[in-house]
Nanobody, 122 residues
């Protein structure tokens, strides 16, 4: 079965950086677009960034404001989210997801991970 396992979350001070990873198995990773989403307490889940199967096309939600970079390594079946200049409002559970569409920017992805907590202190 398809498994997406996120890692790399944690507690960081404002202005710091984290790199999230999402390891995929049970699917032909190189044919899926991948997305990172986040959900803060009491709020809906929203997209943060997405990347197409080859890595050549990316999408970022406007609040990212050039602070985050999404990338992927198809040889390792892994997608990454490099987060820089983190702010307290970035605090959320971060999820990765996989979809067979070329580059989906909605929440309607096929497969989801369990999430990793990111907490940014002020």
């Amino acid at each position: 079965q398809v498994q997406l396992v996120e890692s790399g979350g944690g507690l960081v001070q404002a202005g710091g950086s984290l790199r999230l990873s999402c390891a995929a198995s049970g699917l032909r990773f190189s044919t899926y677009s991948m997305g990172w989403f986040r959900q803060a307490p009491g709020k809906e889940r929203v997209i943060v960034a997405a990347i197409n199967w080859s890595g050549r096309s990316q999408y970022y939600k406007d609040f990212v404001n050039e602070r985050f970079i999404i990338s992927r390594d198809n040889a390792k079946n892994t997608v990454y989210l490099q987060m820089n200049n983190l702010k307290p409002e970035d605090t959320a559970i971060y999820y990765c997801a996989a979809d067979r569409s070329p580059l989906k920017t909605t929440i309607l992805y096929d497969y989801w991970g369990q999430g990793t907590q990111v907490t940014v202190s002020s």
